[in-house]
């Protein structure tokens, strides 16, 4: 039994040579579109190599030979067909008629509400879920009889033009990186869990810092000088990418999540979008876009693994993606990208040129609060993240939590810290200025 939700096991390539193998005359505009399957797959996690060979058993390989539709109603799978002599449905673009094929697979193969507007017309008559398997697309194979096509054995046709897409060996090297990013390192090894990192996702974050000049290569420089507290692998802005990290090394950038989501700082690799007002914001995301792909492609995963911050930890991050409910477009663009159907474009921008501000790099990016017992917040939760990577516990033994208050096993650990700086700090139990440039060099 094949799921119809998941990850597309074949690549464009193999279904473009497939194509052009079973109709030699197969128009251009199929071969340019088929990289959509996947992208439009990849947003609703619906197997978009299934979709495509759907696609080859209702179009006749793309002849519309015997066919209700023609090519140029961007219909590829007989939607709307419902009884002979019926037209069907017509998209004004291919990428429409592709992305109303995989939410009408959605509908069958999972309860899950979808991430994009829906385009498909007949989305509301599926009775969800009721074919979570490609044999179940088939009325008659279906244990309630519900389904897309009432021809017998659908789905295993399905299925028999899917292994022979999966079995064309295309002669490329499918494993080089078609992804191109400018990448600068400037690698640092302070404030990390040094090789206790194993990724299994990307996580994309905003620095909400709005502070001039605060762009990729202050907070990199930053980074390095140990002046930050929480850290990242990758910072971008409109202009570049700069590492700050080894993969290998865990950053301390989701550790507000405690592991609640299955996202740690030992498993993800985390990247930080620039908002300073001299970085164009929109051409940073998309800087960022490509960037994830890259990582994606690099470790061979899909878009599933793509997250945001706040879905490690369900922090308000990054922010202004949120704000302006860009995240749906963000995964589709980064999985353009990793298809080879975007272009590195971005959304004109009103903001000025930027003006290269580095004089204050260092020094104001991050500005602890004095942290006492009772208080609370990011400057606590920082305190207790340092302390507990350093080792030092709460009374008899007692792990710190992550609770971002500052309780009695804080400051108790706080004070073992400041007793292990003996002659160098005060022990009060109060995390103030002395006590941060010592913690993290200020
Ligand atoms: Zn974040």
């Not at 620039?274 to 051409?283: G, H, L, R, W």
Request: proline share 3%.
């Amino acid at each position: 039994m094949l799921k119809i939700m998941g990850q597309a096991a074949a690549t464009v390539t193999q279904m473009q040579t497939y194509i052009k193998k079973v109709n030699p005359k197969v128009p251009d505009s199929v071969i340019k579109m088929i990289p959509l399957y996947i992208s439009e797959g990849a947003v609703e996690g619906v197997r978009g190599d299934i979709a495509f060979a759907q696609s080859c058993l209702e179009t006749g390989n793309f002849t519309f030979s015997g066919s209700a539709v023609t090519l140029d109603q961007n219909n590829f799978c007989g939607m709307g067909v419902t009884r002979n002599g019926v037209k069907g449905n017509s998209f004004k673009t291919p990428q429409i008629g592709v992305r109303a094929q995989i939410q009408h697979l959605q509908a069958y193969g999972s309860i899950g509400r979808l991430k994009q507007t829906v385009v498909d017309p007949r989305y509301t008559y599926v009775t969800r879920g009721c074919a979570e398997y490609v044999e179940y697309l088939g009325i008659q194979e279906n244990p309630k009889h519900y389904g897309w096509a009432a021809g017998k054995n659908y789905g295993s046709k399905i299925i028999a033009i899917l292994n022979n897409i999966l079995a064309v060996t295309s002669g490329t090297t499918e494993k080089e990186n078609t992804v191109k990013v400018n990448i600068k390192k400037m690698i640092s090894k302070k404030n990390c869990y040094i090789g206790q990192n194993k990724p299994a996702y990307v996580v994309i974050h905003e620095t909400d810092n709005w502070s001039k000049g605060a762009n990729a290569r202050a907070h990199a420089l930053a980074m390095k000088n140990g002046n930050l507290a929480g850290t990242v692998h990758y910072y971008v802005d409109s202009e570049s990418i700069y590492q700050t990290l080894e993969h290998s090394d865990g950053a301390w950038a989701v550790g507000d999540g405690k592991g609640k989501y299955g996202i740690t700082n030992r498993n993800s690799i985390n990247i930080e979008i620039c908002v300073n007002p001299e970085s164009d914001y929109y051409k940073a995301v998309d800087k960022a876009e490509q960037l994830a792909a890259y990582l994606l492609k690099q470790y061979g995963w899909g878009t599933d693994r793509l997250k945001r911050h706040y879905d490690a930890s369900r922090k308000h991050c990054p922010r202004r993606i949120q704000d302006e409910g860009l995240w749906p477009s963000f995964v589709h663009k980064t999985a353009a990208y990793m298809n080879g159907t975007a272009s590195a474009t971005a959304k004109p921008s009103t903001s000025t040129k930027p003006s290269t501000t580095t004089s204050k790099e260092a020094g104001y990016m991050f500005e602890p609060k004095l942290v006492k017992l009772g208080s609370e917040g990011t400057s606590v939760l920082l305190l207790q993240e340092i302390l507990i990577a350093r080792g030092f516990k709460g009374k008899n033994g007692k792990a710190l939590s992550l609770s971002r208050k500052a309780d009695a096993n804080t400051i108790y650990a706080l004070k073992q810290y400041q007793k292990s700086r003996n002659g160098v700090l005060v022990v009060d139990g109060e995390c103030g200025e002395n006590t941060w440039k010592d913690l993290i060099a200020i």
